[in-house]
């Protein structure tokens, strides 16, 4: 056989060779890419090229379908749950004003039994601070299903204060109203309220615990963490929001060492919803924070409140006011 033939047989051997091979590469990128999370894919077409330019490629074949395996993960897969707590506290970071809704309801088994529905809907304004709110809650005795007592509204509160400006509280159930003539104060902010979670996790103070995976919330594509947050004191624009007292349990329970389960928009990296849960021995408390609307540019007026001309002005002392 002269040498020519001879090269000509290798050659044929392995160009034969590396057709298995690249079908065998072929196959298997298919199938990896047909599970990968960013769904099906189409095939790249087998561009046929010079056997040289094949069979060098072939050489490299297994280097490079590992790192197109690792380019398609990193772009492709979800990013951690720390990631995407950060992506959040850096949108928030972002945030000059957001409305929201609460719901809240308690329950408790002691005695005869009790439930307390509140619902919360409020807005919030970053500079200058500004916070309004309408607050209603019901009250139902006795833990009967079948037979509940009929709910008595027991609060129907609206209120409105903005910083280096008066605010005014409204009793609709009393048609009463009265006037706090400081201004709005880190203590103005309820200690349950949606602002001081988000301060919260503006300022890192928590630390995710569980991927909660992806669901649909309204409209948006929602990925979901169960995040804990520290007993870190939060700060907010206007000073500390919760005192001292409040970590022990007591009526001024605030959200230190609590666990939410939150829900991010995929995005803005922005929650759309998050709910958390208080047990005691004879209670439950269920707090729920949805209908949330980031960025919301808030008109002239919209933190003014005027009581309707039919209600009395209560007198407040600065004594009463400040208790």
Same mark, same amino acid.
């Given at each position: 056989?002269?040498?020519?033939?001879?090269?000509?047989?290798?050659?044929?051997?392995?160009?034969?060779?590396?057709?298995?091979?690249?079908?065998?590469?072929?196959?298997?990128?298919?199938?990896?890419?047909?599970?990968?999370?960013?769904?099906?894919?189409?095939?790249?077409?087998?561009?046929?090229?010079?056997?040289?330019?094949?069979?060098?490629?072939?050489?490299?074949?297994?280097?490079?379908?590992?790192?197109?395996?690792?380019?398609?993960?990193?772009?492709?897969?979800?990013?951690?749950?720390?990631?995407?707590?950060?992506?959040?506290?850096?949108?928030?970071?972002?945030?000059?004003?957001?409305?929201?809704?609460?719901?809240?309801?308690?329950?408790?088994?002691?005695?005869?039994?009790?439930?307390?529905?509140?619902? $919360?809907?409020? +807005?919030?304004?970053? !500079?200058?601070?500004? *916070?309004?709110? #309408?607050?209603?809650?019901?009250?139902? %005795?006795?833990?009967?299903?079948?037979?509940?007592?009929?709910?008595?509204?027991?609060?129907?509160?609206?209120?409105?204060?903005?910083?280096?400006?008066?605010?005014?509280?409204?009793?609709?159930?009393?048609?009463?109203?009265?006037?706090?003539?400081?201004?709005?104060?880190?203590?103005?902010?309820?200690?349950?309220?949606?602002?001081?979670?988000?301060?919260?996790?503006?300022?890192?103070?928590?630390?995710?615990?569980?991927?909660?995976? $992806?669901?649909? +919330?309204?409209?948006? !594509?929602?990925?979901? *963490?169960?995040? #804990?947050?520290?007993?870190?004191?939060? %700060?907010?624009?206007?000073?500390?929001?919760?005192?001292?007292?409040?970590?022990?349990?007591?009526?001024?329970?605030?959200?230190?060492?609590?666990?939410?389960?939150?829900?991010?928009?995929?995005?803005?990296?922005?929650?759309?919803?998050?709910?958390?849960?208080?047990?005691?021995?004879?209670?439950?408390?269920?707090?729920?924070?949805?209908?949330?609307?980031?960025?919301?540019?808030?008109?002239?007026?919209?933190?003014?409140?005027?009581?309707?001309?039919?209600?009395?002005?209560?007198?407040?002392?600065?004594?009463?006011?400040?208790?």
């Amino acid at each position: 056989m002269s040498a020519s033939d001879a090269h000509e047989q290798l050659v044929t051997v392995l160009a034969s060779a590396h057709s298995v091979t690249n079908a065998r590469h072929a196959r298997a990128r298919d199938e990896l890419l047909a599970n990968l999370t960013c769904g099906p894919s189409t095939p790249t077409p087998n561009v046929h090229r010079p056997f040289t330019t094949r069979f060098i490629a072939g050489g490299l074949g297994l280097s490079a379908l590992a790192a197109s395996v690792a380019l398609a993960f990193w772009l492709f897969s979800p990013i951690s749950g720390a990631a995407a707590m950060e992506r959040m506290a850096q949108a928030l970071e972002q945030v000059t004003g957001y409305t929201y809704r609460m719901d809240k309801v308690y329950a408790s088994r002691k005695g005869e039994g009790r439930t307390v529905r509140q619902t $919360t809907q409020g +807005s919030w304004r970053t !500079s200058p601070a500004a *916070l309004r709110a #309408t607050m209603h809650i019901d009250e139902i %005795v006795g833990t009967s299903t079948e037979n509940p007592s009929p709910a008595k509204t027991i609060v129907e509160l609206e209120e409105a204060h903005q910083a280096n400006h008066p605010g005014i509280l409204i009793d609709h159930l009393k048609k009463e109203f009265w006037y706090v003539q400081e201004g709005l104060t880190a203590a103005s902010i309820p200690p349950s309220s949606p602002q001081v979670a988000v301060h919260m996790v503006q300022q890192r103070h928590g630390k995710v615990l569980k991927d909660l995976g $992806t669901k649909t +919330s309204g409209d948006r !594509s929602a990925r979901g *963490l169960e995040i #804990t947050l520290d007993d870190a004191q939060p %700060v907010s624009e206007l000073g500390s929001t919760v005192s001292e007292s409040a970590a022990d349990g007591s009526p001024d329970f605030d959200w230190r060492n609590v666990t939410f389960e939150m829900w991010i928009d995929t995005q803005s990296n922005l929650p759309l919803e998050f709910r958390t849960v208080r047990r005691g021995e004879d209670f439950e408390t269920t707090f729920e924070f949805h209908d949330l609307n980031w960025n919301v540019d808030f008109a002239a007026d919209a933190f003014d409140l005027t009581p309707p001309a039919d209600y009395t002005e209560r007198k407040i002392s600065r004594e009463t006011d400040s208790q």
